[in-house]
């Protein structure tokens, strides 16, 4: 975890979509930002994008996708309208992406689309259709399987807030704070905890040539909860 925006749980700003919006503002050009389909939208995506980082984000499969242009590595070129724009100015806009006019950056933009399938393992019926949608448009500087392989790695981010709610805050326990600014200081508690925990796996990770992955965040936990229990401990 390296940022976090606190919102009400109903009410205005109280969605994923609008705490996000205002953690985009903080994005740094050398970042590459991953979102699931949940949070994609023609605003939110023109936000991001205008902060300068770069983004790989999954669509739902409602979204069109007007193939412009096949690239080697699988990928194609495709262009996002501003959903305002219907009918024929819409027809229009993506035949001027086609030709490879300029557009106009609030009306349309020319991204990368990646897509690939999920196997049906175990055959219920599960498998899936991927498409992501990235702002890095030259294949050669981000191939196909390299951004496919970097949204996998997204989930690891599902696992930190399990980690977060589960082993650091305890199953069934509610935040002990009673005001909104210990309400906030306990969840950035959390969040400040969990994040020096995962670095001490990764410097011991590091150390042992081993991916973080394999170090088990629960046996890290009781660990450190001995060290600091120890009298000789000192913070």
């Known amino acids: 975890m390296v940022d976090a925006e606190i919102g009400p749980v109903s009410g205005a700003g109280s969605g994923e979509q609008s705490l996000a919006a205002r953690l985009s503002a903080r994005l ?5 930002l991953i979102a699931d389909r949940n949070f994609y939208s023609w ?78 393992r175990v055959g219920d019926g599960t498998g899936e259709l991927i498409a992501l949608v990235t702002t890095i448009t030259d294949p050669t500087a981000a191939p196909a399987a390299d951004l496919a392989q970097a949204y996998h790695q997204r989930w690891e981010h599902e696992t930190g807030n399990d980690q977060i709610t589960t082993h650091l805050r305890g199953p069934g326990k509610v935040l002990r704070s009673k005001s909104p600014d210990l309400v906030r200081a306990e969840i950035y508690g959390y969040l400040l905890t969990h994040h020096a925990i995962s670095a001490l796996i990764c410097q011991a990770a590091t150390e042992a040539d081993i991916d973080p992955d394999r170090v088990k965040f629960l046996r890290t936990v009781r660990i450190v909860r001995r060290r600091v229990a120890d009298p000789a401990f000192s913070p």
Do not use: F
């Open 43 to 120: 605003t939110g995506w023109q936000a991001a994008a205008a902060c300068g980082a770069q983004l790989l984000w999954r669509v739902k499969s409602g979204l069109t996708l007007p193939l412009l242009r096949r690239l080697p590595d699988g990928s194609y070129l495709s262009v996002l309208v501003n959903p305002r724009i219907r009918g024929k100015a819409r027809a229009r806009l993506i035949d001027a992406a086609h030709t490879g006019c300029e557009l106009d950056a609030h009306e349309a933009v020319v991204v990368r689309v990646v897509e690939y399938d999920v196997p049906d």
């Open 28 to 32: 740094s050009a050398d970042w590459l």
